[in-house]
């Protein structure tokens, strides 16, 4: 054990984020390296040179002063840009394959549920009515996808792959086969009047809060053959005006949403998100990191970092992502 040690702070909550599960994994792939899950493990700050954490509490790391590495467990890094005493040290965010793969799956899922009217569908087994409306093909409907990064880029693919119409809208300029690249402010709304269906994979910024308004959903296309627009949203509560999309869901600017994650998660009981008849509701689980993966990529990150390379998917506290 003379390798600098490897501080692990995960506070998920929910049993994909079990940091025991987490420790038992980063012990199997960093052999020679002392891996302490905190806040229970009893070390020396000065001996902590990387951490490896999930929604640590702000200050937290701050602790370290040795700290030379900061490794997010997940794609998305609003909670630590949330912390205005983080350590000004690389920090790495997660975009691996495996991830990747598993959003595809979601966004996959909740388009093809959207566009073969499987709501309608579900209502009317439960009432025994047999009653098929007609349906339009894959080729007829628009999907639109804001963020077209890691995630939005094979998303996107996938989706063109089954017949859909593509495009995409990010900050900088993209050019991915077959799908209609949209790039900033000035090209957002001739983006959102060709959407059918609007999958949200952006991640939340100062920029990006609250992005997902009325104002957007007012400008989504309203005559595709669904009907009325829908928005599936996997990137993070804090894109979307709570109140804005309940009220686009009640009175039809809206047709339909799928939504992952929330403002406050997990949900509160009380929230009418639970019970919308248009919401179809998971809790933040569209893609989830997974220990055996991501304790391989990290223990790689820190090998290569040791031994002079550089490291893949450091994020810019300029822009927040
Ligand atoms: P990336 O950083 O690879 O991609 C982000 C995309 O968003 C880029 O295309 C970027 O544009 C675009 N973008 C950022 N800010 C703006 C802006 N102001 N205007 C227009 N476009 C913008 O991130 P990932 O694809 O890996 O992940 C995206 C998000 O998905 C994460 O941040 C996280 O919040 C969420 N996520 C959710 C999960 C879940 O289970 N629900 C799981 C994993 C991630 P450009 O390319 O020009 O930089
Ligand atoms: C992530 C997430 O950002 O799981 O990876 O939300």
């Known amino acids: 054990m003379n390798k600098a040690a490897l501080a692990l702070l995960v506070h998920g909550g929910t049993e994909n984020w079990s940091p025991e599960r987490w420790k038992n994994r980063f012990n199997e792939v960093c052999k020679d ?87 309608y569908l579900r209502s009317c087994q439960r009432e025994k009515r047999w009653a098929p409306k007609s349906q339009w093909p894959a080729s007829a409907i628009s999907v639109g996808i804001m963020g077209l990064g890691t995630l939005g880029a094979d998303a996107a693919k996938a989706l063109r792959h089954l017949g859909f119409r593509v495009s995409g809208w990010s900050r900088s300029r993209k050019e991915i086969d077959g799908i209609d690249c949209f790039h900033g402010k000035a090209q957002l709304e001739p983006f959102l009047q060709r959407t059918d269906i609007l999958v949200c994979l952006l991640p939340l910024t100062p920029d990006t809060r609250h992005i997902l308004n009325r104002a957007l959903f007012a400008k989504l296309n309203r005559n595709s053959p669904m009907g009325a627009p829908v928005l599936i949203n996997a990137g993070r509560g804090g894109l979307q005006a ?58 790689q990150q820190i090998e290569r970092f040791e031994a002079g390379g550089a490291l893949d998917n450091v994020v810019d506290p300029a822009r927040g992502y």
């Not at 794609?75 to 495996?98: Q, Y």
């Not at 686009?248 to 339909?256: H, K, M, N």
């Not at 949403?257 to 406050?264: G, I, N, R």
């Not at 809790?283 to 990529?297: G, L, M, Q, R, V």
Request: without cysteine.
């Open 242 to 299: 709570e109140s804005d999309l309940l009220q686009s869901l009640d009175d039809g600017t809206l047709g339909a949403a799928s939504l992952d994650v929330f403002a406050t998660e997990p949900l509160p009981p009380d929230s009418r998100f639970w019970t919308h008849p248009k919401v179809i509701l998971t809790p933040h689980n569209a893609a989830d990191t997974d220990p055996d993966e991501i304790s391989k990529y990290v223990a």
């Open 33 to 119: 390296r002392r891996v302490l899950l905190l806040p229970n493990a009893t070390f020396d700050p000065a001996e902590i040179h990387y951490a490896a954490v999930w929604k640590p509490v702000p200050g937290e790391l701050a602790a370290f002063p040795n700290l030379r590495v900061i490794f997010n467990l997940g794609a998305g890094v609003d909670a630590l840009m949330a912390d205005s005493s983080l350590p000004n040290v690389p920090l790495v965010r997660v975009a691996v394959g495996d991830l990747t793969g598993r959003m595809t799956e979601y966004v996959a899922l909740h388009v093809l549920m959207h566009h073969r009217q499987e709501p």
